[in-house]
Each structure stands twice: as structure tokens, then as C-alpha cells.
DNA sequence: CTATTTTTTTAGACAAGACTAAAAATTAAA
DNA sequence: TTTAATTTTTAGTCTTGTCTAAAAAAATAG
């Protein structure tokens, strides 16, 4: 597996998170940051390696094996998420970028020997469920803030963007997870709210409540 | 900098240390595994870099540049060495491949903070001194094994050999940093030695000898 | 001081991964 | 159901880092 690799896979696996059936080249173009013909390109060698399922225009989709590889990058990303939070005192909004680094390290027992380290988490600092060693990630029945209605309660648990701009705004607001959240208002017309966490109540907008997991 | 960028580097700054002037190309390929039209390929990159000086036919020298980058890496390199056996239970014997892939992650902030973190150690794993942010290196006063007289004695601090192989044949035979050791005997012949280690004595032969640091 | 050996560099080729431009297939519109 | 727009693929080029083979320079020997 070489870097460009591991990174196409674990595009492909993020977009089939969110699209049903076959990916079409173009998406994983827009989310790699390329061109459509790079992509060809790349979808061709992972198929012939057997890691995901692909027909001339008809989009690809990963194998078994392809997935397994997949959430075991990720697994990787997330435990050095938390490694740097917890352990090298960077905030949830610096991590991402060196993650994307040290995600790449082949070492099954510096992973595993990190899981450890760490305590066994089950989330990394933005929410995100960790997978396990043989890929199975905990489906989490969360749901975006967006959807709650007035006078509906939950707890933060997790940020569906990990943008370092928007994770600032959120720390700046007092926004964190484990929270509990409480709606108080419901404007139709832009679908911004008013919340109430810690007795304090301000409004957010929909862009805002739009990439917040609660659980309720 | 590139990850081979980075190797090259790292490769003539260690050659720089046992040699003195200028490179050869041809040493530089061999350390490196690799052919020495490749070198002269990249050493006329780095040249042009300003990281080393390069004259057609009259071998290379690491600039102050050169040198600054290079210990960065190997400061990398020893503080991960030390992070996989402090924290993660690696043995010395294991830490070598992993800290060659670490040693190439990208942040400033990590190894600032990872150098906190491990309490800012002073020498990695296999006793090497770890060089400070400036690329300062600890220029320690150590002597090899081989080269203690008998009845001489000293404290073990550091391996030149850091091969898997080595290290384990040391574990075996209950050699290990900060253990005083005595020179019993010593055979003109074949430059074997007998040593004292805890009471215990036994022969090592002068290849072993040869890569053992000892601070008298 | 010339001849031979060794070292180093050049020339040309290749694989990976990217790009541009153009062709082909698919999808949407009229 | 033809035509137009969009998506996807092919063809060809580029860069990085590697290689082999051959040429050039330097070192060594006789
Ligand atoms: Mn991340
Ligand atoms: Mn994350
Ligand atoms: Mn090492
Ligand atoms: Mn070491």
C-alpha cells in the first residue's frame, strides 16, 4: 500500500459513508483534491488489487477487503487524534493535519500498543467512533442538532466538520462535547435556533446546528 | 523536503561523523542502498538546495543548513525511539524500523511537545545523544570497549551497532546500558576479551567489543 | 610518465502519480 | 428521439527518484 493509496481508499470509504451505491469518479476527484482522470488512473491499479469493484462509467465500490483496509487507516487516524489531545496537550482543532501524517506509519503492534496507551477509546476528540482491529465500527444512532425541535433535549457528542475555523467558533461559544443542550426557539424562515447550554442561551445557524451529532 | 530528501541527508550526515572531508558518492550509495548515479542525481538537487556542497568529482559536505536539517531528523528519530520503549513496552531491538518511518512526520508543535512529554531524555534507547531544537549534539567523550586495557573499567552507555540481531545477542548475555563492566583478560591474538559483568565473567569477541560505549 | 583500474558522471529508460486536451459514453433536454 | 450537456475515459506529457550502460575524470601501478 502506498500513501496515494491509502488515501484514495480512505476517501471512497468516507463518501460510501454518505452516498448509496457505486462512487462516482468525479466525487472522489472533488473530496482527493485532483482531476477525474487521476482518479481512472488510481480506481484501475485498486481494483486489480482486488480492493474495490469497478466497471468502465459505472463508478467503484470497495471490496470487503478494501473496507477492512480502510477503517484500519482510519482507526489509526483517530487513536493519534486522541494521542495528541490527550497525552501532547493539542487542541481538537490542531490535530487533524498531523493525523493525516502519522495515520500512514505501518506498525500493527505501535497501534495496537497505542490503543492501549491510550486506554481503549471509543471515540476520538471530535466525536468520531474508533474501529477496532478487525474494522467494525460502532454505528452510532446520533443525530444532527439541526433536527431537533423546540424544547428537545440531548447531549453533544460529537462535530461532523473538524475544521480547525469551525472547531474554534465552538470553543469559542462554550460549545463542547458531553453537554447537554437544551432548544429553546425555532426560526422557520433560515432555520437558525436558540440553545441553551449552561443556562446560557444564544442563537446558531442552521450551518451550525447542521454539523452537530447529539444523542438524545 | 522530501522523505528522500530527508534520507540523504540523515545518510551523509552519519558518514560525516566517522569520515572526515568531503563524501564520496560512492559511500553515500552504499549507506543508502542504492546506486551511485542516483546520488550524484540527488546530490546535485540538494546542492542546488543550498543543504550541501557539491563539486563534479570532489565528493560533498553538509552546509550549516545541511546539518541543521539533518540532526532535526535524528532528534525525531531518537525521541520516537525512546517514546515506542518508555511508553508503548517496545524493546530496544524493535524501535529502529518504526523510528525510520516517525522520523519523517511534519510538526513542530508534536516533537516539542513528545520531547516534554518523555521528560526531555538526553539519549535515545541505544544510548545516542538526542540533539536539542538548534541541532546541538551533546559531543560525548565515550570509547569503545575494544579499547579498555585489562583490569580497566567502565559503565556501559551506548551500542554502535543498533541491528536487531545485536541487541538481542546483548539481552542474551545480560548486557545492558549503565552496567559496569571490567576487563578480566584480553587476547592478543584475536582481540577477544574476557569481561566481568555482575560477578559474572565470560568472553565476548572484539566484533562485539567494537560496538559497545563505555564512559570510563 | 604512460597504462590500467577505480570512481564518478552522463545519457537514456522506467514506474508512480499527477496534469491537459481530446475522445467516448452516459444523461438530460428539447 | 434526436440534440446538447455532462461525466468518464484515453492519449500523451511531466516530475521524482530509481536503474543500466557507457563515457569521462581521477587515482594507482609499472
Ligand atoms: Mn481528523
Ligand atoms: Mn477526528
Ligand atoms: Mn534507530
Ligand atoms: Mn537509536
Known amino acids: 500500500m502506498t500513501l496515494s493509496e491509502e488515501n484514495y481508499l480512505k476517501a471512497i470509504y468516507h463518501i460510501s459513508d454518505v452516498c448509496e451505491g457505486g462512487i462516482s469518479t468525479n466525487a472522489i476527484a472533488e473530496k482527493m483534491n485532483t482531476k477525474a482522470s487521476s482518479v481512472t488512473d488510481m480506481i484501475k491499479k485498486l481494483s486489480e488489487k482486488g480492493l474495490l469493484n469497478y466497471k468502465r462509467y459505472k463508478g467503484s465500490e470497495l471490496t470487503e477487503k478494501g473496507k477492512f483496509v480502510a477503517a484500519n487507516i482510519i482507526r489509526k487516524h483517530r487513536l493519534?487524534?486522541?494521542f495528541l489531545v490527550e497525552k501532547l496537550n493539542f487542541t481538537?482543532?490542531?490535530v487533524h493535519d498531523v493525523a493525516e501524517q502519522l495515520e500512514h506509519i505501518?506498525?500493527?503492534?505501535?497501534?495496537?500498543q497505542l490503543d492501549e496507551f491510550l486506554g481503549f477509546p471509543?471515540?476520538?476528540p471530535h466525536g468520531d467512533p474508533?474501529?477496532?482491529?478487525?474494522?467494525?465500527?460502532?454505528?452510532?444512532?446520533d443525530v444532527l442538532l439541526v433536527t431537533l425541535h423546540e424544547n428537545e433535549k440531548g447531549i453533544i457528542v460529537g462535530v461532523k466538520d473538524s475544521s480547525s475555523s469551525f472547531l474554534k467558533y465552538l470553543d469559542k461559544q462554550g460549545i463542547a462535547l458531553g453537554k447537554k443542550v437544551?432548544?429553546?426557539?425555532k426560526e422557520p424562515f433560515d432555520n437558525s435556533m436558540k440553545i441553551r447550554i449552561k443556562k446560557e442561551e444564544f442563537m446558531i445557524s442552521q450551518q451550525i446546528a447542521n454539523n452537530i451529532y447529539i444523542k438524545k
Not at 474508533?130 to 444512532?141: C, E, M, Q, R, Y
Not at 437544551?182 to 426557539?185: G, L
Open 80 to 82: 493519534w487524534e486522541v
Open 92 to 94: 481538537w482543532d490542531e
Open 106 to 112: 505501518k506498525s500493527e503492534k505501535l497501534i495496537n
Open 122 to 124: 471509543k471515540r476520538d
Open 130 to 141: 474508533i474501529p477496532d482491529k478487525d474494522g467494525n465500527v460502532s454505528d452510532n444512532a
Open 182 to 185: 437544551k432548544v429553546i426557539d
